[in-house]
């Protein structure tokens, strides 16, 4: 069975940059959408960025000019640089890969903790 597996997250000041990874545990098949998602207590996941497989981004309006998403095809790989980070970010953050038939494989969550 696929996994993936996430690095990368930690303990950080306000201001500070952060790096996550994510990697499968062996080749996809077909993928489609590689994205990073996060949830912070109480409140429900949500989408942080996503790049298609041309290579076109979005991101949530909270993170735009801060994060920046990237996938290696080849190595079936997403990272999501983390800059100028804010408490409000403090989330466990999931990597997420969507396969172009729509099956949808989760990491495991990394914690990111932002400090004031």
């Known amino acids: 069975q696929v996994q993936l597996v996430e690095s990368g997250g930690g303990l950080v000041q306000a201001g500070g940059s952060l790096r996550l990874s994510c990697a499968a545990s062996r080749r996809i098949v077909s993928i489609g959408d590689m994205g990073w998602y996060r949830q912070a207590p109480g409140k429900q996941r949500e989408l942080v960025a996503v790049?298609?497989?041309?290579?076109?981004?979005n991101y949530a309006d909270s993170v735009k000019g801060r994060f920046t998403i990237s996938r290696d095809n080849a190595k079936n790989t997403v990272d999501l640089q983390m800059n100028s980070l804010k408490p409000e970010d403090t989330a466990v953050y999931y990597c997420n890969v969507v396969t172009i038939t729509g099956y949808t494989y989760w990491g495991q969550g990394t914690q990111v903790t932002v400090s004031a």
């Open positions: 790049v298609s497989r041309s290579g076109s981004t």
